[in-house]
């Protein structure tokens, strides 16, 4: 079995900064793209932030400039950096990973999802 844990989430200030900590776990040869995605209240999941296994990156348009995606191959970590805050930034932010797993297929995972609260 295989899983996503989230970390890093809280409440800042507009204008602040959060670091975002993705990590898998379990039985699995390789994490393939992560990604993460965002679910304010009353409004649809969205993408966020997108890495492949390779570097290549790709941000919504209302981040870009302000987050960062990145991974630690070796730690099987992904993370976000969020800086400038806004309130509308908003959200339950949620870690999404392709795993390639014991049984050679591409399993789509969910991690349990932070809160991340910006407010003066």
């Known amino acids: ?39 304010a209240p009353g409004k649809q999941r969205e993408l966020v932030a997108r890495i492949t296994n390779d570097g290549s990156t790709n941000y919504a348009d209302s981040v870009k400039g302000r987050f960062t995606i990145s991974r630690d191959n070796a730690k099987n970590t992904g993370y976000l950096q969020m800086n400038s805050l806004k309130p509308e930034d908003t959200a339950v932010y949620y870690c999404n990973a392709d795993l390639l797993v014991l049984t050679m297929q591409i399993e789509d995972c969910w991690g349990q999802g932070t809160q991340v609260t910006v407010s003066s």
Request: charged share 15%; glycine share 16%; with cysteine.
């Open 1 to 39: 079995q295989v899983q996503l844990v989230e970390s890093g989430g809280g409440l800042v200030q507009p204008g602040g900064s959060l670091r975002l900590s993705c990590a898998a776990s379990g039985r699995f040869f390789s994490v393939k793209a992560m990604a993460w995605y965002r679910q």
